[in-house]
Structures are given as structure tokens and as C-alpha cells.
């Protein structure tokens, strides 16, 4: 990394930690080798250079996020660039606009996306299904066989209703009713995903955003680096050091 301001190893990740799987978050990134910690309080989100939002409740999520007084440091964050990833009630967070919200019920926003709440039905609370995932296939935490799919778990799971085109679809329902819905996006700096990668062992998702983190990390030092080196060129710099300039007292004289 040479001369960067931010080094790689300088990077963490923090796991929203007001309520759902927090601890299988921040366990899937510390395997990666990811420096992370949980985040509770406004100040804590200062540490961090990255989020994840975990699966939960987002009703429940989106009280504590504004009771804890975090929903305008997280929005602000959000809005200046920190990469974040949402899973399932971490993707209702994320997105602009909810079907089927509570009438109260608010977002932090940031992804263009209208994002249906328990879009798969009563019926269905709970499934799994094998998906194609193109942008991980090749990932190097592949379990063993190295799959060409990836084993997503839904829980009363969103599904993407609507968005907005700068949004990349990164995996859809390959088979049953709800074949062709989105679930798996990503714009940005933002993924999100209705399914759980946290509790399946397969880490190729936090993989894929920790990538991401590193990679959006590495340009803004690029363009703080740059940026010092353009002022390098002005005339501030261009002045010889202050102590050259100053006149010798005439004590020493
Ligand atoms: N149905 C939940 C919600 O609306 C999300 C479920 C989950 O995160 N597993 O927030």
C-alpha cells in the first residue's frame, strides 16, 4: 500500500448491534480476518469504516436505531459513502421505500429500492433455496467442492418490489412462485441481500463485501493521497519552511 493514509490492515468493520444476529456477523468476518466490532452508540460508529446490518426485526431495529439516537449518524454515514450491507431486516434498513410497513415504521435509506416486507407469505416463513450468484461464485472461502451455487437462507425474508437504475441485480428466486424476484442487489457502496449468509458457514457474501470495503477504503486514500500531491504543487508548499524565514533574534545576534 505504499504511502496510502488509510492501510488495509487499518480497516474495521462494524455490525450494528441493536438487536438480531450480530454475533454470527461479527464471527463470519473476524474468520475472514476482518478487525470488527459491534456498534450501539453514535460515538462507536466514529471507529468503524464499514457496517453491516444484521437480519432481525426492522420495526423493532428502527426503534432502537432512533431510541440510541443513531438513525441521523448512520443516515449521514450512509450519505457520505461508508460501505454497508444489509441482510434481510438489514435490507428493509436500506431502503428508500417499505411495502408493507408498520405506519410508523421508518428506514435509514440510501438504496433506491422498494423493498416488500415478508414478501414471501405466511405459508412460506422459512426456506431455503440453492442460487446463482455470479459476482461470488469464485470467491476463495468457497466451501468444500467449491459449489457453483450458493445456499441462501430465507426467514420471513423482503423481496426488492421496485428500484431505481442504478441498482445491479445480484441473485433472483430461481424456481417456485416467487421465481424472477429479486434478492440479492447491490448500488454503490450498498449491498443487501434478503437472505442470511451468516448462519449457512459459506462466507463468500462477507467475502464479496469485504472486498468491497478494502477496495472503496483503497480509493479514498487514492484520492486523499492525490489531493496532497496537487497542494504539493501550490504555493503553499512551494514557501521554504517557516524556520528558513524567520530572522535571528537579536539576543543571538
Ligand atoms: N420480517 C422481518 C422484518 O420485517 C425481517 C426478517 C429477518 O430479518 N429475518 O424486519
Not at 492501510?7 to 464471527?27: K, M, P, T, W
Not at 429479486?182 to 437472505?195: C, D, P, Y
Amino acid at each position: 500500500m505504499g504511502n496510502s493514509v488509510v492501510s488495509d490492515s487499518a480497516v474495521r468493520i462494524g455490525v450494528l448491534a441493536v438487536q438480531g444476529d450480530v454475533r454470527e456477523h461479527l464471527n463470519a468476518l473476524s474468520g475472514l480476518g476482518e478487525q470488527v466490532c459491534g456498534i450501539r452508540r453514535p460515538r462507536e460508529l466514529d471507529d468503524v469504516d464499514a457496517l453491516v446490518i444484521p437480519g432481525g426485526e426492522s420495526t423493532t431495529m428502527d426503534k432502537l436505531v432512533r431510541a440510541f439516537g443513531l438513525q441521523e449518524p448512520l443516515r449521514k454515514r450512509i450519505a457520505g459513502g461508508m460501505p454497508v450491507y444489509g441482510s434481510c431486516a438489514g435490507m428493509i434498513m436500506l431502503a428508500d421505500r417499505i411495502a408493507g410497513a408498520l405506519p410508523d415504521q421508518e428506514t435509514l435509506g440510501g438504496l433506491d429500492i422498494t423493498v416488500r416486507r415478508n414478501a414471501f407469505g405466511r405459508q412460506v416463513d422459512s426456506f431455503e433455496e440453492d442460487l446463482h450468484i455470479p459476482a461470488i461464485a469464485d470467491l476463495t472461502t468457497a466451501p468444500r467442492g467449491r459449489p457453483t451455487t450458493f445456499k441462501a437462507v430465507f426467514i420471513r425474508a423482503p423481496w426488492v418490489e421496485e428500484m431505481g437504475d442504478g441498482v445491479q441485480v445480484l441473485a433472483t428466486v430461481e424456481a417456485g412462485p416467487a421465481a424472477g424476484r429479486v434478492v440479492a442487489i447491490r448500488a454503490g457502496n450498498l449491498l443487501a441481500t434478503s437472505f442470511h449468509p451468516e448462519v449457512t458457514g459459506d462466507y463468500r457474501i462477507h467475502e464479496y463485501f469485504a472486498q468491497m470495503v478494502h477496495t472503496a477504503l483503497r480509493q479514498t486514500s487514492t484520492a486523499l493521497n492525490q489531493h496532497c500531491a496537487e497542494r504539493q504543487g501550490t504555493d503553499l508548499y512551494d514557501r521554504p519552511p517557516m524556520s528558513m524565514t524567520v530572522r535571528p533574534s537579536r539576543e543571538k545576534r
